[in-house]
């Protein structure tokens, strides 16, 4: 289990803003619950619009990609730019700033750590019905 600090958050929205400095979006969009903190703190940053929907042109931000079942409703969407702080697998069409290991837990700097082993022990149980 890896427990991510804010500093390590701000570093994260430091290189995301620093690699998208040339682009000009028309905003910036993040994913329910994780990529909200991300489009927030990028939208100061940025000094660009928080999006409420995806729209062609813009910037999106997960906090992180496991499956690609979250991420892959963007595919269709022209013209946009896609990051996460955290990718499990190699990054495709999406820029990822860290890369961690598919089976390692991460909690994030916003997530309530007192419950984070019960988090992910119902997550893999979550995982394993599906299966």
């Known amino acids: 289990m890896r427990l991510l ?11 995301i803003t620093h690699e998208c400095k040339n682009n000009h979006f028309s905003g910036v969009y993040g994913f329910p619950r994780g ?6 703190s990028l939208s100061h940053s940025m000094n660009i619009p928080l999006l409420e929907a995806i729209r062609p042109g813009s910037l999106v931000v997960d906090d992180v990609y496991e499956t690609g079942q979250t991420l892959s409703q963007v595919l269709a969407v022209p013209n946009i730019t896609t990051f996460v702080w955290y990718s499990k697998v190699e990054p495709q069409w999406w820029n990822a ?10 909690v994030f700097p916003w997530e309530n750590r007192d419950r984070a082993e019960e988090d992910m022990k119902a997550y893999q149980n979550s995982r394993n019905q599906s299966q």
Do not use: H, Q
């Not at 990529?35 to 927030?40: D, M, Q, W």
């Not at 700033?97 to 991460?106: Q, T």
């Open 35 to 40: 990529g909200l903190c991300l489009a927030v």
């Open 97 to 106: 700033i860290e890369i961690a290991e598919p089976d390692e837990w991460l």
């Open 5 to 15: 600090s804010w500093n390590e958050f701000n570093s994260c929205i430091k290189l």
